[in-house]
């Protein structure tokens, strides 16, 4: 069982910034896909960005160029550096790892409101 604590959100004018971090309690080398969604009042929950193992990445078209995504497997520990803030990043931001290969896992983090006020 892998425990996720996401830290780093708040309050944040638009234009600023902030950095989102997550702490699992375990290895995370084993999960190939780590990765960051989102989920604003009356939305689903999206996909922001992920990154596999081997460094590749994916990004939501909506912040690509403004957010990158990253991962320090010696701290156990994914980040989301998220620049340019808009209004419409406001929501709840989720941490997720999963594993894709036998033994598939999949743990999510408690998440981290991001609120952007102009």
């Known amino acids: 069982q892998v425990q996720l604590v996401e830290s780093g959100g708040g309050l944040v004018q638009a234009g600023g910034s902030l950095r989102l971090s997550c702490a699992a309690s375990?290895?995370?080398?084993?999960?190939?896909?780590m990765g960051w969604y989102r989920q604003a009042p009356g939305k689903q929950r999206e996909l922001v960005a992920a990154i596999t193992n081997g460094g590749g990445t994916n990004y939501n078209d909506s912040v690509k160029g403004r957010f990158t995504i990253s991962r320090d497997n010696a701290k156990n520990t994914l980040y989301l550096q998220m620049n340019s803030l808009k209004l419409e990043d406001t929501a709840v931001y989720y941490c997720?790892?999963?594993?894709?290969?036998?033994?598939?896992?999949?743990?999510w983090g408690q998440g981290t409101q991001v609120t952007v006020f102009s």
């Open positions: 375990g290895a995370i080398f084993s999960f190939n896909v």
């Open positions: 997720n790892v999963k594993r894709t290969i036998w033994p598939v896992s999949n743990y």
